[in-house]
């Protein structure tokens, strides 16, 4: 905790300064005068280097560092920034769970975390699940069982599935029912996946995983 | 009468193109190894790992992102837009507004004289109408500059709901008053007479509320020029339908227009044609000379692109004692909100049941509401709804079985279409098999419970009445090393769509469906199929696959027959090898004529409906509740579908497709409903919080699918009929129906929510 605590301090007395807060809400024109090209070019792209502060993220296990705005979301830095677009947007507000990654192998909505929230903790995403080209025993289960449709909703599925498995090894219906319960399909494959999720946790069992 | 399915924009045209063969080439297979099994998705990895790449996903280097600036008001004039502030705010590549060159594109065409509107109308007539849109560097940016657009309005009155749209003094939304249409009329027979010969008569009064079809990926386009050529990539259900739309609403040769979408995450009739936002995005590409992508928020696709439309019916069903249907009446009045939609269809009331005295009034008006757009059998679960409820009480009425009283009235033909005789016609089956493996009897005798948690069953039947566009080409090539090239412009809508016309290629070819790739959904490479959509994508281009995997095998078994001097009746083809009687596999690769002249190509047609005859899907549904009297609250706890579909295809997405609409049927019986807030005309719920779908809690723990195929050879040469649609017709109607059968309260509103059902049993307490 002591590296947390020294970065927030740097964040605050560094990064956050009025001027770089408001080039980041995009008030005024703070931007194009600091950098002196006011004419057809305000400035060179969009991101304005007044409002970044720097991030360290680990995700699936490797290291990534890069400039975020603090209002960027998890979400936002995972498909934007990073290209890892397995992690899909649904609402952007917490209703959906398309976005479902773990944190610290816990189910965590990415749209609802700031990505700067997710310093020091290891994130995993659907692409973090397949080892050697191998599926999860999750993953394998909902091709199995047909636990999809337009697969949307899936890599988010699948994530809280692997969150489910991997606090409760054995679930009952109810407790899958339970565990799944933040993610939405508009298709309705709902109940394929309470079959997927039971297949998985014999697998895993099985496999001799957690 | 109406068919009960079009797209909104650029409709397709029905009917065979001249150059359609006129026959079936083919009698559909007897035996089947590959088609039927339950094969998993041939995409399936793709879709479980992340790596399928949506629309929304995409990036392009230079790629700039699009914002929609939407009327907050329900009815208005725009008088005067102010971008300057916006088209200098820090990132911002061009604004666009009905002032912006090429902006000037007519919307809602209509054939004929009607109103019409424009890409950016100055009249808005609905909270969330297009006022001007923005490309800037970054989507943060985008949404910023939105907000420094300096928009005058002249907020005119507003008609929220559709009762009060034709009311004296009510505001008009088009010019010449707010009927979309004269009253559409059906008649046969003589229903006043039928009513009088008629020894049970019962009439209920319904409404069902306007549906959303919110599906998991938001609406949306990435749109990039190269030189005069367009690249859209869309997510869409008919990649054709956008072509042709966007070409003509741009002024650009089709050729020049390429829309993609091979992965796109659910429409359900809400991406079927061209958006609003989709020619933004290209105008805006072209104004920047930069690739442009332009998607919705959550909260707009609640409101500009589309919904079930609210319905208010009253049906009048009378008969003789022994059941015998002698009359049905309906009057409907529907609204499709601001444009012009279908947004009733009195097509169950007209074809379900054998009936010689049937009326129809249909009413549809405008209302400064969202577009109406067809969903999922666009009319039928609403039709359902009031239908399916007045059979099941004047079953009561008759003290006669419902599964009996609508055995009773099973007809062999298509009434509507004038006695034209069905392919095939499972609806009997449906309910004979349907309610034997339920165990309706034992369910229905059962007592219903005591306490406060009352259980009860319920069915209720349907039908889909559309039929196809049948028009379709595909090809497949076989290399020698047994693996196949498949193109098709069908998109697979999450269907399973791939998978299926994969094992058709299979089937034929004797090689395994994960040897088959496919090539598809993409104007500018593939071959055209009509739309995703009205459960026509399997029975219209399946038959052109398989006539184009036919012509590749009798390529291949020609010359495999020479090589091995042997007639070519006597080979087969399994395992990619070409097998003689005794057993004896000759791999593809050992015919040197082949190995020099792969791939074979083969290039087949959708041949057209069946003469005379008309193939059309039935089903019957059941469902068990528990009724919590004390809160209102219904749970579903088991379903079963049992679906004349036909041949199943495949045995996984058979059962997906069926589940997925039974629990879409929950969501409309129980949950879900647009709130519109009659004053302002606003949409209260644009979101998922506040609009209910349903989730894995709801759905109900026990699903039987059981699907009902009675070998038709005569539909198509696969002997496939449509799924998606029916498979969602009649489960609110069956829950409805078994909510009466707990607690003796009709359920006439959707939702089923707590709300209405705690109020009516306290009213029959009282």
Redesign the interface.
């Known amino acids: 905790m002591a590296d947390r605590d020294k970065r927030d301090t740097h964040r605050c007395r560094d990064g956050v300064t009025r001027r770089g807060f408001l080039a980041s809400l995009g008030v005024g024109t703070v931007g194009a005068v600091v950098t002196g090209c006011a004419a057809a070019e305000p400035e060179p792209r969009g991101d304005n280097l007044e409002g970044l502060v720097p991030c360290h993220l680990e995700i699936n296990g490797r290291r990534h560092t890069l400039l975020v705005e603090p209002r960027w979301s998890l979400l936002y830095v995972l498909r934007e920034k990073l290209g890892l677009t397995g992690t899909k947007q649904g609402c952007e507000r917490g209703e959906c769970g398309a976005c479902t990654v773990l944190v610290d192998g816990v189910a965590r909505y990415a749209c609802l975390t700031l990505a700067l929230e997710a310093e020091g903790h290891a994130v995993t995403t659907v692409e973090g699940l397949v080892v050697d080209g191998q599926l999860s025993a999750v993953q394998h289960a909902f091709v199995a069982e047909d636990a999809l449709q337009c697969g949307y909703c899936t890599p988010g599925q699948v994530m809280a599935a692997e969150a489910l498995l991997r606090a409760n090894p054995a679930p009952s219906d109810e407790e899958i029912r339970e565990g799944m319960s933040g993610n939405l399909c508009r298709c309705g494959a709902y109940d394929h996946i309470v079959k997927a999720v039971r297949r998985a946790a014999a697998a895993r069992v099985e496999g001799g995983l957690k | 009468m109406k068919a009960g399915f079009g797209s909104q924009q650029g409709a397709a045209v029905p009917g065979g193109p001249p150059g359609t063969p006129a026959e079936s080439s083919a009698a559909t297979w007897g035996e089947t190894l590959v088609v039927g099994a339950a094969v ?2 041939v ?12 629309p ?2 995409l ?1 392009f280097p230079g790629m700039l992102h699009a914002a929609v600036l939407r009327c907050p008001h329900a009815h208005a004039r725009v008088k005067r837009v102010d971008t300057s502030r916006a088209a ?4 911002v590549r061009a604004v666009l507004t009905a002032a912006s060159p090429g902006a000037d594109v007519p919307w809602y065409p209509q054939r004929g004289k009607g109103p019409t509107s424009k890409l950016f109308d100055p009249h808005c007539r609905y909270a969330g109408e297009e006022v001007a849109a923005v490309a ?3 989507l ?2 985008a949404r ?2 939105l907000a420094v657009i300096d928009v005058e309005y002249e907020v005119l009155p507003c008609v929220a709901e559709m009762e009060e749209a034709l009311l004296p003094g009510a505001p008009p939304i088009h010019g010449g008053g707010n009927r979309q249409n004269e009253t559409l009329r059906y008649q046969r027979g003589d229903v006043a007479k039928g009513f009088a010969e008629a020894d049970a008569v019962v009439e209920l009064s319904f409404r069902t509320a306007c549906e959303i ?6 609406h949306g386009s990435v749109a990039r020029w190269e030189g005069d050529t367009l690249t859209v990539w869309d997510t869409t259900q008919g990649v054709f339908a956008v072509r042709d739309a966007l070409a003509s609403a741009l002024g650009l040769p089709r050729a020049k227009v390429r829309v993609i979408s091979q ?4 429409g ?1 009739g809400s991406k079927l044609g061209l958006n609003k936002h989709t020619v933004m995005a290209a105008l805006l590409a072209r104004a920047t000379g930069r690739p442009v992508k332009l998607f919705l ?2 909260e707009e696709t609640f409101l500009c692109v589309g919904n079930r439309p609210p319905n208010r019916l009253t049906v009048r069903a009378g008969a003789k004692k022994d059941g015998t249907l002698v009359a049905l009446e309906m009057k409907a009045l529907g609204t499709g909100g601001a444009y012009p939609h279908m947004p009733t269809s009195a097509y169950l009331v007209t074809d379900l049941y054998a009936c010689p005295n049937v009326a129809v009034e249909e009413d549809n008006v405008f209302t400064n509401t969202g577009p109406g757009r067809p969903f999922r059998a666009p009319g039928f679960p609403p039709c359902a709804w009031a239908l399916e409820q007045t059979i099941d009480a004047l079953a009561e009425k008759l003290r006669i079985d419902p599964v009996e009283l609508r055995l009773k009235n099973v007809p062999s033909v298509s009434q509507q279409r004038g006695g034209v005789p069905y392919t095939s016609t499972g609806l009997a089956e449906c309910l004979r098999r349907g309610a034997e493996a339920f165990g309706w009897k034992a369910a229905r005798a059962r007592a219903r419970g005591r306490g406060h948690l009352r259980r009860g069953v319920g069915v209720a039947a349907g039908m889909w009445g559309y039929d196809g566009e049948p028009r379709a080409t595909a090809s497949v090539s076989l290399f020698a090393d047994g693996s196949a090239l498949l193109n098709t412009g069908a998109s697979d ?4 769509t791939k998978t299926v016309l994969a094992q058709v290629v299979a089937e034929e070819l004797g090689i395994a469906p994960e040897r088959v790739r496919i090539e598809h959904a993409d104007t500018g490479t593939t071959q055209y199929a009509p739309a995703s959509g009205g459960s026509q994508t399997v029975v219209v281009n399946a038959p052109a696959v398989r006539e184009a995997a036919q012509q590749v095998r009798r390529e291949l078994l020609e010359l495999a027959a020479a090589a091995l001097s042997r007639p070519q009746e006597e080979l087969r083809l399994a395992g990619g090898a070409v097998v003689t009687p005794e057993g004896t596999a000759h791999p593809f690769a050992s015919f040197q004529a082949f190995v020099a002249s792969q791939p074979l190509v083969g290039v087949g047609r959708r041949h057209p409906h069946p003469k005379g005859k008309v193939a059309l899907p039935f089903v019957a549904q059941f469902a068990e509740v528990e009724v919590n009297t004390r809160t209102g609250e219904v749970r579903v706890l088991r379903m079963l579908g049992a679906q004349d579909s036909g041949r199943v295809m495949n045995r ?2 058979f ?3 069926v ?6 049927g929950v969501g409309f019986a129980l949950t879900e409903a647009r709130v519109v807030d009659r004053r302002t005309g606003t949409v209260v719920n644009a ?3 506040d609009y209910k ?5 709801d ?3 026990e ?1 039987t699918c059981l699907p009902v195929d009675l070998q038709d050879r005569e539909c198509n040469s696969v002997g496939a009929k449509g799924l998606g649609e029916p498979a969602t017709i009649p489960t609110a109607a069956a829950i409805a129906n078994a909510v009466y059968h707990a607690v003796g309260v009709r359920v006439t509103d959707t939702p089923a929510s707590p709300v209405q059902i705690a109020a009516l049993l306290q009213r029959r307490e009282g």
């Open positions: 998993p998705r995409d399936g990895w793709q879709r479980v790992t992340g790596t399928a790449v949506y929304l996903d990036q200098r705010m820090p990132g800037a560097e970054t943060f940016q910023e500059a079809h919110t599906p998991m990926e938001v992965y796109m995450g659910g359900f928020s959550r809508i999450g269907t399973g996984l997405t059962e997906s497709q589940f997925g609409g039974i629990v879409m979101n998922w919080h779908i349903p989730t894995i809690k759905c109900p723990a699903l």
